[in-house]
């Protein structure tokens, strides 16, 4: 039996920072002006009033070598996804519109992990993360409230650097659905986004594009139509459409024309159905964790390592039922197309009843990976919440790291002292 290895110098510091420091970095009111500048004043005090758990006081430290573990682990199963073995695993289990071969990589890739005892373990992918403008915004409204913060802190950090990265991502999509140029008009699509717990970031989204001079409107998929050349909304012609719907393969009636008009080439949406299939159906954590297959494929050493942090994933299947609940308590169980942790349950709390419906199919069983901690301070009192971290990239590149603060199972931004916070790196 391996023994687990000490954690190093800065590890070490991390987690002490993580239990001890209850430091407030976050300079509230330059965060809530530049929501209110940079979505044009659209975003309104009434909307971020109403969200007063979206961003958490408290940092998340984390040292520089676990992220750079974590990194490998995304740059690994980008590789992986490259084989075609691994896209002929995902053709055989995926529906035919995600074979449809349009060009982009899509934007905002969303890579979660939890910080065990051994290193970083990957819960979860996504392929339309939400968060990366808020985050960005965060970023650049945090202050070193003493001397040891300012050595976990760059304050010199271009502020101008995600807009530029954010920019050149979605015109590398646009290029690389042979469009010449940059978009011009691009629509920010969800159904009913008004009522979406993150529409004030859909609102920084649209200035952000303004901001290059692309016109941008935020719609719901519904309200789109398709002439047979073009996708309008609102009559007008749309070129991109940033996608942030749910429905991953396109298959709600309502959204017939971006359906249609995607399997056309008539607009480049980002990200796509096929996307989705290659990274985020959770079937796919089941080969990504098994390692005599993916070396039966090639795949060299130094990726299987980085691999190891992938958790082991299982496909729940009645023939199954019997052994997977005899070992719930060490197992997650999530819908294979599920997303924002929508009926998922830790084995240890399963009833039968809930039991008896994971088990006709549609799951995954995956190796349970408790959250991180962080200790905050609400009103004099110290108190734990857990914690995720989450990489978002593009193209196997990190655009930024964040954590989320919670309680309960899973993510809620509803928790007192919880909500988005910004890496502090050690």
């Known amino acids: 039996m391996t023994s687990t290895p000490p954690p190093s110098f800065a590890q070490s510091v991390a987690e002490a920072l993580n239990k ?12 809530h002006d530049a929501l209110l500048r940079d979505s044009g004043n659209t975003i309104t005090q009434e909307l971020i009033d109403a969200r007063p758990n979206l961003f958490s ?23 992986v996804a490259r084989l075609p073995m691994y896209r002929e695993y995902i053709a055989a289990q995926s529906p035919a519109i995600a074979q449809h071969e349009s060009g982009p990589l899509g934007v905002f890739m969303g890579y979660d992990f939890h910080l065990s005892a051994n290193g970083p373990r990957l819960i979860e992918i996504n392929t339309n993360a939400g968060g990366a403008f808020l985050n960005a915004a965060l970023a650049n409204a945090q202050r070193a409230c003493c001397i040891e913060m300012e050595t976990c802190m760059d304050l010199n950090d271009d502020n101008d650097k995600f807009d530029w990265a954010f920019w050149n991502m979605f015109l590398n999509e646009w290029h690389l659905q042979g469009r010449a140029g940059s978009p011009t008009r691009v629509a920010i699509v969800d159904e009913q986004p008004e009522e979406q717990y993150l529409y004030p970031e859909f609102q920084l989204a649209r200035d952000f594009f303004e901001r290059h001079a692309v016109e941008a409107v935020i719609v719901d998929a519904a309200a789109l139509e398709y002439d047979g050349t073009r996708l309008l909304a609102s009559g007008k012609p749309v070129d991109m459409v940033y996608n942030r719907l749910v429905d991953f393969v396109l298959d709600n009636p309502a959204h017939a024309a971006l359906r249609q008009a995607y399997l056309d080439d008539a607009v480049v949406l980002t990200p796509h159905p096929g996307v989705h299939a290659l990274f985020a159906d959770k079937r796919n954590l089941i080969v990504l964790s098994d390692r005599d297959l993916l070396a039966s494929w090639g795949v060299d050493e130094s990726s299987l390592l980085a691999l190891g942090n992938v958790l ?34 830790r084995g240890d709390k399963l009833t039968r009843g809930t039991w008896e419906e994971i088990v006709k199919g549609g799951y995954v069983a995956q190796e349970f990976a408790p959250p991180s901690e962080r200790m905050i301070e609400i009103d004099g009192n110290k108190e734990a919440r857990k ?10 590149n990190i655009l930024l790291t964040a954590a989320r603060l919670y309680q ?19």
Request: hydrophobic residues 40%.
């Open 408 to 426: 309960g199972q899973t993510t809620n931004f509803r928790t007192p002292g919880g909500g988005f916070a910004p890496i502090f790196s050690v």
């Open 57 to 79: 006081n408290a940092p998340m430290f984390l040292s520089a070598e676990l992220l750079a573990q974590m990194h490998s682990t995304v740059r690994a199963i980008e590789s």
């Open 312 to 345: 082991r994933t299982e496909v729940v299947t009645p023939e199954k039922a019997e052994q997977l609940w005899a070992r719930r308590k060490q197992l997650f169980f999530k819908p294979a197309a599920g997303y924002g942790g929508k009926a998922v349950y």
């Open 20 to 31: 001890e420091c209850f430091c407030i970095t976050l300079d509230r009111p330059a965060l």
């Open 387 to 396: 914690a995720d971290i989450r990489l978002y990239t593009y193209d196997g």
